[in-house]
């Protein structure tokens, strides 16, 4: 079966660095998109970005600080965040799936907290 496990969140702070990974299993990694979601709390689910064979995407709200790639011999992806805002502070999610709609991904992890301190 599928397996997400994301880790690497953490505590923060302001312009700070943190590198997001997330490991999969239970199916053809090397050719399958995967993306990345953040849900801070009260709020609904939003789309940080996504990886495919044909390139990445990213939210306007992360796009030049956020990086996404992944190592296909370790069936890992990757979230790399730079200059963290507070704002950034959410719960991240990587997902199967490709696009900016969230109805375009299936089998979720389990999420890992990111906070960014002021």
């Known amino acids: 079966q599928v397996q997400l496990v994301e880790s690497g969140g953490g505590l923060v702070q302001t312009g700070g660095s943190l590198r997001l990974s997330c490991a999969a299993s239970g199916f053809i990694f090397s050719s399958t998109a995967m993306g990345w979601f953040r849900q801070a709390p009260g709020k609904e689910r939003l789309f940080v970005g996504s990886?495919?064979?044909?390139?990445?995407v990213y939210a306007d709200s992360v796009k030049g600080r956020f990086t996404i790639f992944r190592d296909n011999a370790k069936n890992t992806v990757y979230l790399q965040m730079n200059s963290l805002k507070p704002e950034d502070t959410a719960v991240y999610y990587c997902a199967v799936g490709y696009g900016r709609n969230i109805n375009g991904y299936n089998s979720w992890g389990q999420g890992t907290q990111v906070t960014v301190s002021s």
């Open positions: 990886i495919s064979w044909s390139g990445t």
